[in-house]
């Protein structure tokens, strides 16, 4: 069985939305995914339900609609926009912090979930995720998520050291 069947079938139809999301998305210029599944794309992949996604600005009400004509439901936050299908565990989020745009223009094609899509790069991955690890608002399970992502890529990056807290440094032996 493939990562994306296993997917598939843990998730409901979780590789489905995941294609069909892809499919809107590049019809609407520059996006990228960040978040977990972006560090399962440079580190050993460890499971996960969430896709996060940043998308050109000017594109996220056209991208609504169209991922609501889709099937989508969508939950409207400060910060992000959350889409999932009736029946799936997939949970897609869209991210409206500025902060992230600028990774659109450092990305490069990776296959996930049986699909070419465009990954944020490595550094900007890390960066986000010190972002998310560092926000007092995230709840206490997700910022250990973060950190143990942050652990992860510094096992498989040393080089990344010095971009590191020194929490999360601390933690990974040299």
Same mark, same amino acid.
């Given at each position: 069985?493939?990562?994306s069947e296993?997917f ?5 139809? /979780?590789s !489905?939305?995941?294609a069909?999301?892809? *499919? =809107? ?7 990228? +995914?960040?978040?977990g &599944? ?23 009400d ?8 889709? /099937?989508? !439901? ?5 910060? *992000? =926009? ?7 565990? +997939?949970?897609?989020? &869209? ?13 490069r ?7 070419q ?10 960066? /986000? ?7 007092? *608002? ?36 040299e």
């Amino acid at each position: 069985m493939t990562g994306s069947e296993v997917f598939e079938s843990v998730t409901g139809s /979780g590789s !489905s939305d995941f294609a069909a999301l892809v *499919s =809107i998305l590049n019809e609407h210029g520059r996006w990228c +995914l960040i978040g977990g &599944l972006a560090v399962n794309c440079y580190v050993e992949p460890v499971y996960t339900l969430d896709a996060d996604i940043v998308v050109a600005a000017t594109e996220v009400d056209s991208i609504k609609q169209d991922l609501a004509v889709a /099937g989508f !439901s969508l939950q409207e936050f400060p910060h *992000s =926009i959350n889409a999932q299908m009736s029946g799936s565990d +997939l949970r897609i989020q &869209l991210t409206t912090d500025v902060r992230y745009q600028d990774f659109l223009s450092e990305t490069r094609l990776m296959e996930v979930l049986r699909e070419q899509v465009p990954v944020a790069s490595l550094v900007n991955i890390t960066r /986000g995720k010190i972002w998310a690890w560092n926000d007092p *608002s995230r709840r206490p399970t997700k910022r250990k998520k973060d950190e143990l992502d942050l652990m992860r890529i510094l096992e498989a990056y040393p080089e990344l050291r010095r971009a590191m807290p020194e929490e999360i440094s601390r933690q990974v032996p040299e």
